[in-house]
């Protein structure tokens, strides 16, 4: 028989394991979800049986205050699902938790891979690749033109800043959920050891994130900071607020934006941003293009993002490949 | 060229206008001579190089890029400069280090259309990518980095404290890279000479008057032309026709450079003639002008027919006198300079020039009144004048106001959307919007009438691109076809009868004036309706 995949089927509202009945990151409440990563496009609530990292099942219980239905997970561990489909959750690199899906069902193999990237991480274990018959791919960054530089760069940038206007503080919009806590992770790895002021919004996440195991140094909260306190400091927000009312109370923030959409002149000034940071979780083009290489599968589905010029690629390269029109996941401020 | 690209970036994120002039300010400081002439002349778009074009950029990119992907990222990125800078491949080797602005300078400028492939090639592979997106916005003379002309003089007048009237009036007789304006300004040298050249003087210009309450007594009044802002210079038997930029514009209306004869810098309106396309003589207003749709006709031409002259000829209705036969009337309150110009137009050719009329209004209300009554079409508002004010270069608080006339409005139904570029750049943000050519109950279509791309606020903007995004029937390379659902109520100042639109109607300056999401499409307006608005 040839090999075509009809047990698994894209629908606009997440990818559906047939036989098992399952999908995975489904938009809506279904009995049995798969969930690749905690970012609240991918992980609703609602869902019968979640299955997930245990990483990514307590930032669902973080966010949604329960836990009923929670299947974990481990990396490399392999579960059994109905009508005959296995499923092993794989690093997937991109936040605290996240993986990428490889399900076999009748000798075939499928990898989802949910939302990725390449580069080193300290907040979580790198992205494997992993051989299979149609690898699912993300395509956030799917332009040439995004090409991430070396966070190094990037943090060099924040702390050259800070040193500049000493009485300013530096309020860095970043993702609640793995940017903001990379960030500070690369930071303190950058000898940035002066405490980091947070918006409350982040709070909860990063005490989870030292819970499993990612030591993020002194963290303190904005609206304990005595007045004066935060000149020379850096401060970090959900990107929401860094033109909101609630920045008003720091002294003249150099307003910076870390995400991937920052090499692009335009979007920084849509944002606002003064100091673009080209930080981001996903992969960059390059990261994308060599991943379907190394893993080499038989066909790409290519989804979420900027699909058009990832399929233009593969074809150029005698690569067989696909867009799917999944709806609701765009990543705006990654 | 590092610290022009730093000096541009920083530009490019910089909101506050304080720290804007800071930084240019400071980079004219350090820079040395010319390399900060000449990026002077980059930022108030100085600098032109003919063998550089946006399709060149293309052409050398798409030799190195595939053509699809370099379309999707120009598409995305609304800016063909910044993505070449971004997708440019790096050099493989060694290459020589980045070049001094003077050097690009110098190198552009010796581009041929035969050479600049290599060239241009070269040059970019000696920058990173913030000089590369430097370099091409100084060589293709756009930068569109908001930053205005007038905003770099601010900054050069800051820079070496001196005035900013001055370093406006002696510009206009320089060249790239200024070096008698930095002399002057930077070193302490004599000023250049400006008495003997028809240079442009900077326009005074007004502020709306919005909810401003002003006291009648202290104003007067006169009509807003709805023409183009034009100065005319004479100096040594030569006379020049400026635009409101400041380009000489002298070529493309002949005879009225043709008639002046007398030494003067004068302010006015350039006009056409027609009093049967605009309302009658006498009245409140003052008549003989058409439309500015006959006016259009004459615009952005090089050489101009005879037939044009005579079925369009223009005149100028004159606001102001600057200088007339050597005496600079500037410094002087309005009433004296009104005096001064009342007593030299009847020297002037009666069928090109004639002197704007001052509205008798002797408080807010009745000139609200008089500027309701007022038909005729060549008028787009009054301007209210401080009877004490100088002429002074640019908008100063409390001299000038404008208070233009109310715009029409109208409901259409959105039907294409485009991305846009600059600030709006990877949103879909250029509309085009129809209204319906009959009963849309009965099988009547929507015929697209205009587009817009500004209007709406940014919250929106957001909105009205995800909005796109999911009602999208059908795409044509970037353009979307909506499912047309959404309805917009547009102004627009005037619509005039167009025979290069399908619609037959062409409408001045229509924006987004609200989003009507309440109202169903059908209910949107009929072509009719806009086409009863016409005023040609």
């Known amino acids: 028989m040839p090999a075509d995949f009809s047990w698994i089927r894209p629908e606009p509202w997440g ?15 279904v009995e049995r979800a798969l969930v690749t990563h905690g970012h609240a496009d991918h992980a609703r609530g609602g869902h019968g049986q979640t299955v997930a990292t245990p990483a990514t099942l307590a930032i669902m219980k973080l966010r949604y205050q329960t836990d009923a239905g929670a299947t974990p997970v481990e990396y490399g561990e392999t579960i059994a699902l109905p009508g005959d489909i296995k499923a092993t959750y794989l690093p997937a690199g991109h936040v605290l938790g996240s993986a990428q899906i490889l399900l076999e069902h009748a000798g075939e193999r499928v990898i989802v891979t949910g939302d990725y990237k390449r580069r080193a991480d300290p907040t979580c274990p790198p992205f494997e690749v992993t051989k299979c018959d149609v690898f699912i791919t993300e395509a956030t960054f799917g332009l040439p033109v995004f090409r991430h530089p070396p966070i190094g760069e990037e943090i060099a940038k924040l702390l050259g800043a800070l040193a500049e206007e000493p009485e300013r503080c530096v309020l860095v919009g970043a993702y609640a959920l793995g940017k903001a806590q990379r960030v500070i992770a690369e930071l303190r790895a950058a000898g940035h050891s002066a405490p980091i002021y947070l918006h409350g919004a982040m709070e909860k996440m990063c005490r989870l994130y030292e819970e499993f195991g990612v030591p993020l140094g002194d963290l303190r909260l904005v609206a304990d900071a005595p007045k004066g306190a935060l000149a020379g400091q850096i401060v970090v927000s959900p990107p929401s607020a860094l033109n909101d009312r609630w920045s008003r109370r720091l002294p003249d923030p150099i307003t910076a934006m870390a995400s991937g959409w920052m090499r692009v002149r335009g979007r920084a000034r849509q944002r606002m941003v003064e100091l673009p940071l080209v930080i981001s979780d996903h992969a960059d083009w390059d990261e994308l293009t060599r991943t379907i290489e190394e893993v080499n599968p038989a066909e790409s589905w290519i989804t979420h993002g900027r699909e058009e010029a990832l399929l233009r690629w593969c074809q150029l390269h005698q690569r067989k490949a696909r867009s799917l029109a999944l709806v609701g996941y765009e990543d705006e401020d990654d | 060229m590092e610290a022009f690209a730093a000096l541009v970036d920083a530009l490019v994120y910089t909101r506050s206008r304080n ?40 052409g050398l990119l798409t030799e190195r890029v595939d053509p699809v992907l370099y379309a999707l990222s120009r598409d995305y990125v609304g800016d063909t400069a910044e993505t070449a800078s971004l997708l440019w491949p790096e050099p493989i080797g060694q290459v020589a280090p980045p070049p001094t602005v003077s050097e690009a300078v110098a190198a552009l400028s010796a581009m041929t259309r035969a050479s600049v492939a290599i060239d241009l090639a070269h040059l970019l592979d000696r920058l990173d990518d913030s000089g590369r997106y430097a370099l091409l916005k100084l060589a293709t003379g756009a930068m569109r980095i908001g930053i205005s002309a007038r905003l770099a003089k601010v900054a050069f007048a800051q820079a070496f404290a001196v005035g900013i009237d001055d370093v406006e009036e002696y510009w206009h007789g320089q060249t790239a890279p200024y070096a008698p304006l930095f002399d002057w300004a930077a070193n302490g040298a004599a000023p250049p000479d400006t008495e003997a050249l028809p240079l442009f003087r900077p326009f005074m210009l007004a502020h709306p008057l919005d909810e401003t309450v002003i006291d009648m007594a202290e104003y007067t009044a006169e009509w807003k032309w709805d023409g183009i802002r034009v100065q005319i210079v004479h100096v040594n038997g030569e006379t020049r026709v400026y635009s409101r930029s400041g380009d000489d514009i002298s070529g493309t209306f002949p005879e009225i450079a043709g008639a002046m004869q007398i030494p003067c810098v004068l302010d006015g309106e350039l006009l056409v003639r027609g009093s049967h396309q605009g309302g009658a003589a006498g009245g409140d207003t003052q008549g003989g002008a058409a439309s500015f749709n006959a006016l259009q006709q004459r615009l952005g031409r090089k050489t101009v027919s005879k037939a044009m002259l005579s079925e369009y000829p223009a005149f100028v209705r004159l606001y102001d006198l600057l200088i007339a036969e050597g ?15 009342e007593a030299f137009v009847p020297r002037l050719d009666p069928a090109r020039f004639d002197i704007s009329g001052v509205i008798p209004a002797t408080s807010l209300d009745e000139l609200a009144e008089i500027r309701s009554r007022a038909r005729d079409e060549a008028i787009e508002g009054v301007m209210l004048k401080r009877r004490d004010s100088p002429y002074v270069a640019g908008r100063r608080a409390g001299l000038w106001y404008k208070w233009k006339r109310d715009p029409l409005l109208i409901d259409c139904v959105l039907m294409y959307a485009q991305r846009g570029s600059g600030k709006r750049s990877s949103f879909y943000s250029d509309f085009t919007f129809g209204c319906w050519n009959g009963d849309p109950d009965a099988g009547a279509e929507l015929l697209p009438v205009g587009k817009a791309y500004f209007g709406f606020t940014d919250e929106e ?5 995800q909005h796109i995004r999911t009602h999208t029937l059908a795409r044509f390379g970037p ?22 639109h399908k619609s037959g109607v062409a409408m001045r300056f229509p924006r987004i004036s609200r989003i009507r999401r309440d109202k169903p499409a059908h209910e949107a307006d009929r072509l009719d309706a806009l086409k009863a608005l016409i005023s040609d």
């Open chain 1, 15 to 29: 990818i559906h394991v047939v036989p098992a009945d399952a999908w995975i990151d489904p938009a809506r409440p």
């Open chain 2, 19 to 58: 720290a804007k002039l800071a930084k240019i300010a400071a980079y004219l400081r350090e820079t040395p001579d010319p390399d900060r002439g000449w990026a002077l002349a980059a930022l108030t778009d100085g600098l032109d190089f003919p063998a550089v074009k946006s399709s060149t950029i293309r």
């Open chain 2, 327 to 341: 005496e600079d009337w500037r410094p002087h309150a309005w009433e004296q300079r009104r005096a001064a110009l």
């Open chain 2, 461 to 465: 903007l957001k909105w009205l691109d």
């Open chain 2, 479 to 500: 353009v979307r076809e909506t499912d047309k659902s959404l309805v917009f109520e547009v102004a627009f100042d005037s619509v005039h009868t167009s025979k290069r």
